[in-house]
C-alpha cells in the first residue's frame, strides 16, 4: 500500500541571471509502506529537490503530493523524519538533547522523551553516549545520533538523504546494516537518496530510478533479493543490474 504519491511533479529554479530552469519533469513515483524505497539518479538531477518538496522545505510548480494513513485514506502531509547528508547536530547540545531536541519538535509527549532516548540511541549502538557532546564522537558515530534522532520521532515517513556519503566506506557499510536492519525490525516506510548503485542494491526493497536533469523517472525496479540483507556478490551483481537498466549520466551541461 502506498503512503505517498509523488503525481506529475514539476519544478522550475532561476539562475543568478534569473532564467528559469526545469528540474523535476512530471516525476510521478510511490513509497510504499514498510518498505526502503531508494531514489537513484545522476549528481544535480533533483533528487534532493524532491525530498524538500515532500518535507514541504520548497513547493512544487505543478502537480501533488498525496499522503495517505495506515486506511489508504489520503490525509494532510504527516510528521516526517529526515536523516541529512551530514549529521547536522548542535556541537554545545549533548546526544541526549540532540535527541531531545527533535521529540520536542515533533510534538512527542514530555514523558515519553527518557525513554525514546534510551531506546533509539541504544538501537544505535550508542546507549553509552547519552550525556556525551558530538564533538568527542566519531563522524560514524554522528551520522548514527543523526539516524536515531529520526527514528525517535517515530514518524509516518522517513526521508533519507545520501545519509552515508561523507563516511568512509567500511563505516558506510556498517550504519547500512543497521539502518536497513532497523527498517526491517521498526517496519518503518523510508525514502532513501543515494547514487551509489551497490547502496541502492543493499539498502532498497523497490529503486526509482531518475534521469538527468530535467528529471523523469527511468524505471521502477523491485529488488529481488532475500531479507534479511547480507553484503555479498549478490548486491553488486544487483547493482551491474541496476547499472545496465539506467543511463545514470553526468550532470546536464547548464
Ligand atoms: N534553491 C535553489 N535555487 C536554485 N537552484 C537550485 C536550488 N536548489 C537546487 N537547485 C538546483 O537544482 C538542481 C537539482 O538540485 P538537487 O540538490 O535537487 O540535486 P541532487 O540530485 O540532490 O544532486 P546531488 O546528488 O549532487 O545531491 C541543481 O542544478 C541545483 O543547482
Ligand atoms: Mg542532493
Redesign the pocket.
Known amino acids: 500500500m502506498a503512503r505517498l504519491q509523488v503525481r506529475n511533479a514539476e519544478k522550475w529554479?532561476?539562475?543568478e541571471t534569473g532564467q528559469p530552469f526545469k528540474?523535476l519533469d512530471g516525476l510521478s513515483f510511490e513509497v510504499r509502506e514498510g518498505c526502503v524505497t531508494v531514489l537513484v539518479?545522476?549528481?544535480?538531477?533533483?533528487?534532493?529537490?524532491?525530498l524538500?518538496a515532500i518535507v514541504g522545505l520548497?513547493r512544487l510548480d505543478r502537480g501533488e503530493l498525496v499522503f495517505f494513513n495506515h486506511d489508504g485514506q489520503s490525509q494532510q502531509r504527516p510528521l516526517i523524519g529526515y536523516v541529512f547528508q551530514g549529521p547536522r547536530l548542535l556541537p554545545w547540545k549533548t546526544v541526549g538533547d540532540n535527541v531531545r531536541l527533535a521529540l520536542r519538535g515533533a510534538g512527542v509527549a514530555r514523558e515519553k522523551w527518557e525513554d525514546r532516548v534510551q531506546r533509539y540511541l541504544a538501537l544505535v549502538g550508542l546507549e553509552e553516549y547519552v550525556t556525551q557532546y558530538p564533538l568527542y564522537l566519531s563522524g560514524g558515530q554522528r551520522q548514527r545520533v543523526g539516524l536515531a534522532r529520526a527514528l525517535a520521532i517515530e514518524s509516518d515517513l522517513v526521508l533519507m538523504?545520501?545519509p552515508f556519503a561523507s563516511v568512509d566506506e567500511l563505516t558506510a557499510r556498517q550504519l547500512r546494516e543497521t539502518t536497513r536492519r532497523l527498517c526491517e525490525q521498526l517496519h518503518r516506510t523510508v525514502l532513501f537518496?543515494t547514487?551509489n548503485l551497490p547502496e541502492a542494491a543493499y539498502m532498497s526493497d523497490f529503486v526509482v530510478a531518475l534521469t538527468a536533469?530535467p528529471?523523469c523517472v527511468e524505471a521502477c525496479i523491485d529488488n529481488p533479493l532475500p531479507c534479511p540483507r547480507r553484503w555479498g556478490p549478490e548486491i553488486y551483481r544487483f547493482a551491474a543490474d541496476l547499472e545496465a537498466k539506467l543511463s545514470l549520466r553526468e550532470?546536464a551541461e547548464i
Request: aromatic share 4%; charged share 30%; glycine share 14%.
Open positions: 529554479f532561476q539562475r528540474v539518479g545522476p549528481s544535480g538531477c533533483g533528487k534532493s529537490t524532491v524538500n520548497e538523504d545520501e537518496v547514487h536533469r528529471a550532470e
